[in-house]
């Protein structure tokens, strides 16, 4: 079975612009969840889908919006970028039932300048 | 709520000694517990799970975390250290109905030969 894949694994954008993030979860996975993970600060959750609906959501300000696909792919948008938003995205992948482990991509490493 | 406390952000041992990473854990229904593993510039990996089944859950790479309840506690060990070990350890929590994972802030560990 192939693992979770994030798109792209680099990148690197100035303040204002904005940025997609795409992930391919493991098939028949219909959760997504997205976290942002800095020195310091640990993983903070982003938000989750599940069937397309957002069924979790953290404390991220509204620049930061996501989707989920019919076929569950996910994408991440985070808008106006910030200097502060430099950091690895992870995305993670999992059945959605309660007690199942997420499985996690290599994530993206998005540097803002 | 849930909440997840890693006591000690970094842990050094040497080559063959003794692992213990803590983890603390606060919740009012019966938790699952998972302890991941980081590798620099990689995404998480599942080390192991508590899903109730067991209280000493074995793991992958030759960790086992014990669940006690009354400590409400689920410390991840490993009897001998190797410098691959080497990585940030995050241990986290779901537990209810909410299917979100509470993360703690992690603990890198190094290995010294």
């Known amino acids: 079975k192939a693992g979770v894949t994030q798109t792209p694994r680099y990148l690197i954008k100035t303040r204002g612009q904005q940025v997609t993030l795409s992930c391919s979860p493991i098939?028949?996975?219909?959760?997504v969840s997205w976290y942002q993970q800095t020195p310091g600060q640990g993983l903070q959750f982003l938000f989750e889908?599940?069937?397309?609906?957002?069924?979790n959501k953290g404390n991220f300000p509204g620049r930061f919006s996501g989707r989920q696909f019919s076929n569950s792919r996910s994408e991440m948008n985070v808008s106006t970028l910030e200097l502060g938003d430099s950091a690895l995205y992870l995305c993670?992948?999992?059945?959605?039932?309660?007690?199942?482990?997420?499985?996690f991509g290599p994530g993206t490493r998005l540097t803002v300048l | 709520a849930q909440s997840v406390t890693q006591l000690g952000s970094h842990v050094s041992v040497s080559e063959g000694a003794l692992v213990l990473l803590r983890c603390n854990y606060s919740s009012s229904v019966p938790p699952y517990l998972f302890w991941y593993v980081q590798y620099p510039n990689q995404g998480l990996q599942l080390l192991l799970k508590?899903?109730?089944?067991a209280t000493l859950v074995k793991g992958i790479n030759g960790f086992e975390a014990e669940f006690k309840k009354s400590e409400t506690s689920f410390h991840l060990t490993k009897p001998s250290a190797h410098m691959s070990d080497a990585a940030e350890y995050f241990c986290a929590v779901s537990a209810g109905n909410n299917r979100k994972l509470i993360w703690g802030l992690g603990t890198s560990l190094a290995v010294n030969p």
């Open positions: 098939s028949g996975h219909r959760s």
């Open positions: 993670a992948s999992s059945t959605g039932d309660l007690g199942y482990e997420q499985f």
């Open positions: 889908y599940f069937s397309e609906t957002q069924r």
């Open positions: 508590y899903t109730s089944a």
